[in-house]
């Protein structure tokens, strides 16, 4: 069974610059998240997705972060304008439905650098 | 609320010593606990989740954790370390839907 597909590994951008990433789940799995590490911390829920709709965005930086998940599948991230503080791994990860007991599946993730 | 914490940010053994990893935990409601392992340059790999059935949990590679609600813990622990043990180690809680993880521990496992 095929993993959690993330692209670009790395990235390295200038400040004000903007930024996308993406992400494709394992098969079949309806849910998916997006989470930001910043070194040293355990990864913070940015947004997470039901199929195609929106479950919780609440520490989703809305004024220059955005996401979408067209068709239920793969998703986006993107950040415009980045900003120093930015700068973090952005894991995806994918459940089976989003349940109580289901187990997120996470992929290699994408280390971002703001310059 | 939920909330985890990890004493200490960095762990070290021989290899063969225990391996003790602890984990506290905050949860207004009952929560399912895990613990998820990241190697350099990977993403988290699932360890093992207690899921309010046996207390003792048995996980991937030889780890076990114990919960103990009269505690709040949740600790990891290995009988044996090994060089591939190296890793960094993350406990967290899912309470009301929403997981949320500690700051992790960085495990070294000296030769």
């Known amino acids: 069974e095929a993993g959690v597909a993330q692209s670009p590994r790395y990235k390295i951008i200038e400040k004000r610059q903007s930024v996308a990433f993406w992400c494709n789940p394992i098969?079949?799995?309806?849910?998916l998240y997006w989470y930001q590490q910043i070194l040293g911390q355990g990864p913070k829920l940015l947004i997470q997705?039901?199929?195609?709709?929106?479950?919780?965005d609440s520490q989703l930086p809305k004024d220059r972060f955005s996401a979408e998940r067209l068709k239920g599948v793969d998703s986006t991230l993107k950040i415009q304008p980045a900003k120093l503080e930015d700068s973090a791994v952005y894991l995806c990860?994918?459940?089976?439905?989003?349940?109580?007991?289901?187990?997120?599946?996470f992929g290699p993730g994408t280390r971002l650098t703001v310059l | 609320a939920q909330s985890v914490t990890q004493l200490g940010s960095h762990v070290s053994v021989s290899e063969g010593a225990l391996v003790l990893l602890r984990c506290n935990y905050s949860?207004?409601?009952?929560?399912?606990l895990f613990w998820y392992v990241q190697y350099p340059n990977q993403g988290l790999q699932l360890l093992l989740k207690?899921?309010?059935?046996?207390?003792l949990v048995k996980g991937i590679n030889g780890f076990e954790a114990e919960f103990k609600k009269s505690e709040t813990s949740f600790h990891l622990t290995k009988p044996s370390a090994h060089m591939s043990d190296a890793a960094e180690y993350f406990c967290?809680?899912?309470?009301?839907?929403?997981?949320?993880f500690g700051k992790g521990i960085t495990l070294s496992v000296r030769p």
């Open positions: 098969s079949g799995h309806a849910t």
């Open positions: 949860s207004s409601v009952p929560p399912y």
């Open positions: 967290a809680v899912k309470a009301n839907s929403k997981l949320t």
């Open positions: 207690y899921t309010s059935a046996a207390t």
């Open positions: 990860a994918s459940s089976l439905e989003g349940a109580f007991v289901d187990t997120q599946y």
């Open positions: 997705f039901q199929n195609n709709g929106v479950v919780d």
